[in-house]
């Protein structure tokens, strides 16, 4: 069963997306988030999703369920950077007057194409941020995002593009805070991810622009166990391997969550609190606060888009069957 169909969550329209294997829900009108994603082999749940009672708290907080798109991804000191000498001042909405997790929140996307076919179906979502007079305010350039949300057999693909509409080059950065279940069994699970070093953070968990060694987490490279892991760690990809990240219960389930390499340079993983119902894999574009850490960005990964240009980026999530 490949194909396309509507449903509700809190009074919005959500389009779900099916295969044999998965069953993918989109809310669009809420943000354009990934609030579902359903094992039909297994019957669980892979994704953290929110409960419709909860709506209040994840209108609030939506980076907390589902597969979030951060625009851009992590903190900014203060809120506020320059780029190319015009001056940014986001919301400071966090601990020390800071900002956390970018301007994408619960804007409304429309869907502007659906494809069925034998292979697999997809969703197109659009959205422009002139849409969003505070989006303005805070970042006063005219951007067009389109995602593309395609899921073929045991994958879910996600491309976003993103057009720059207005007449200056602009400082870029996005990342997905990937809210992965673990069942209250973080003892089955090990999770390989070849990283190369870790940001060191101050106390307000904002990179200094110094790498550390990994220490007891280059057990990633080759596969850790997240038995007893208490995680929010920003680390650093190798470069020249995959960016991609494996993770695998004892039984030999289990899924493999990949990056553009081209442009996705860091990890963040997250586990609120001791490792028990979730571990968040996040891959982001930029390191967090990347306009005040450093100009070099081949440390920071800042991207630029030019006036005209669309950016393409695009990751992968796919399951893995003992069978």
């Given at each position: 069963?490949?194909?396309?169909?509507?449903?509700?969550?809190?009074?919005?329209?959500?389009?779900?997306?099916?295969?044999?294997?998965?069953?993918?829900?989109?809310?669009?009108?809420?943000?354009?988030?990934?609030?579902?994603?359903?094992?039909?082999?297994?019957?669980?749940?892979?994704?953290?999703?929110?409960?419709?009672?909860?709506?209040?708290?994840?209108?609030?907080?939506?980076?907390?369920?589902?597969?979030?798109?951060?625009?851009?991804?992590?903190?900014?000191?203060?809120?506020?950077?320059?780029?190319?000498?015009?001056?940014?001042?986001?919301?400071?909405?966090?601990?020390?007057?800071?900002?956390?997790?970018?301007?994408?929140?619960?804007?409304?996307?429309?869907?502007?194409?659906?494809?069925?076919?034998?292979?697999?179906?997809?969703?197109?979502?659009?959205?422009?941020t002139e849409d969003d007079p505070h989006w303005m305010e805070q970042f006063p350039a005219p951007l067009k995002f389109e995602m593309t949300f395609r899921l073929q057999d045991g994958r879910l693909k996600q491309l976003l593009k993103?057009?720059?509409?207005?007449?200056?080059?602009?400082?870029?950065?996005?990342?997905?805070?990937?809210?992965?279940?673990?069942?209250?069994?973080?003892?089955?699970?090990?999770?390989?991810?070849?990283?190369?070093?870790?940001?060191?953070?101050?106390?307000?968990?904002?990179?200094?622009?110094?790498?550390?060694?990994?220490?007891?987490?280059?057990?990633?490279?080759?596969?850790?166990?997240?038995?007893?892991?208490?995680?929010?760690?920003?680390?650093?990809?190798?470069?020249?391997?995959?960016?991609?990240?494996?993770?695998?219960?004892?039984?030999?389930?289990?899924?493999?969550?990949?990056?553009?390499?081209?442009?996705?340079?860091?990890?963040?993983?997250?586990?609120?609190?001791?490792?028990?119902?979730?571990?968040?894999?996040?891959?982001?574009?930029?390191?967090?606060?990347?306009?005040?850490?450093?100009?070099?960005?081949?440390?920071?990964?800042?991207?630029?888009?030019?006036?005209?240009?669309?950016?393409?980026?695009?990751?992968?999530?796919?399951?893995?069957?003992?069978?």
């Amino acid at each position: 069963m490949k194909q396309v169909t509507k449903g509700q969550w809190g009074g919005y329209d959500t389009y779900i997306l099916h295969s044999r294997e998965l069953e993918v829900t989109l809310l669009p009108r809420l943000g354009n988030n990934v609030i579902s994603l359903k094992d039909l082999r297994q019957d669980r749940h892979i994704l953290r999703q929110p409960d419709e009672k909860d709506i209040a708290f994840y209108k609030q907080k939506p980076y907390h369920f589902g597969i979030p798109l951060l625009v851009p991804p992590g903190r900014i000191r203060k809120g506020e950077f320059q780029f190319d000498g015009t001056s940014y001042q986001f919301d400071r909405n966090t601990a020390g007057d800071n900002h956390i997790h970018g301007l994408h929140r619960t804007q409304s996307w429309c869907v502007s194409d659906i494809e069925e076919d034998e292979d697999g179906c997809a969703v197109t979502t659009e959205f422009r941020t002139e849409d969003d007079p505070h989006w303005m305010e805070q970042f006063p350039a005219p951007l067009k995002f389109e995602m593309t949300f395609r899921l073929q057999d045991g994958r879910l693909k996600q491309l976003l593009k993103v057009t720059n509409l207005g007449d200056k080059r602009i400082p870029f950065g996005m990342g997905y805070h990937t809210w992965f279940m673990l069942d209250g069994e973080p003892s089955r699970w090990n999770l390989q991810l070849p990283v190369a070093s870790i940001y060191e953070l101050n106390e307000e968990l904002l990179p200094s622009g110094r790498l550390l060694p990994l220490d007891k987490l280059q057990a990633l490279n080759e596969g850790m166990s997240l038995e007893g892991t208490d995680l929010d760690t920003a680390l650093r990809a190798v470069h020249g391997q995959a960016v991609e990240a494996l993770l695998l219960r004892d039984d030999g389930y289990g899924l493999r969550y990949s990056a553009d390499d081209s442009y996705f340079r860091h990890w963040v993983l997250y586990t609120k609190g001791p490792a028990e119902q979730f571990l968040c894999i996040e891959p982001y574009t930029w390191l967090p606060d990347a306009p005040n850490v450093s100009d070099d960005v081949s440390l920071t990964g800042l991207l630029t888009i030019e006036p005209g240009q669309t950016l393409e980026l695009s990751t992968t999530l796919q399951m893995i069957y003992p069978d």
